[in-house]
């Protein structure tokens, strides 16, 4: 296999468990949840490798995105998915830290007011949770619903960024 395709892990403690990051040498290519299995994201299993580049910044950004001093990321992505998923998962990366929008806000921002199930379906198949933003996400009453990770993760997510959501100046 290609050093750029090639998939490597390192595991991390976190508050929402112990999470893995998956690379390639293009960039970060997953992030699974404490005891999930690579199902949801079609990924190979990978080998481990604790000084990848890629996936020793993304434990340095999630760590401090964790302590509170970090509200974005700046890790390289190696999104893979249909068109419509990597289009899903990219609409995902605008919703600003601390915000939340509707699985119907989202579709209609993709330009498809109707397409509500199946932006449901893409942000399932989410591989890069957190940085890829789906837990905020939310059901059409604010009520928290669908999250890989399980809903008492979404809500410790939300909560930590509506506990350092950072002031607008307008």
Request: glycine share 8%; with cysteine; charged share 25%.
């Amino acid at each position: 296999m290609e050093a750029h395709t090639q998939l490597v892990y390192k595991d991390m403690p976190a508050p929402v468990g112990r999470i893995r990051m998956i690379a390639t040498g293009k960039g970060l290519a997953a992030i699974l949840w404490e005891g999930e299995d690579y199902s949801r994201t079609k990924l190979p299993v990978p080998e481990q490798e604790d000084q990848h580049p890629v996936l020793l910044q993304t434990r340095q950004q999630l760590q401090e995105y964790f302590d509170k001093k970090r509200t974005d990321f700046s890790i390289p992505l190696d999104l893979r998915g249909t068109a419509f998923q990597v289009r899903v998962w990219e609409a995902l990366l605008r919703i600003p830290y601390g915000a939340t929008r509707t699985y119907g806000e989202l579709a209609r921002l993709l330009g498809d007011s109707k397409a509500v199930r199946a932006v449901g379906g893409a942000l399932n198949k989410n591989p890069v949770s957190i940085i890829v933003p789906c837990h905020r996400v939310v059901g059409v009453s604010g009520k928290l619903v669908g999250f890989a990770g399980g809903l008492e993760n979404k809500s410790i997510l939300l909560d930590l960024e509506q506990q350092h959501k950072i002031p607008t100046l307008f």
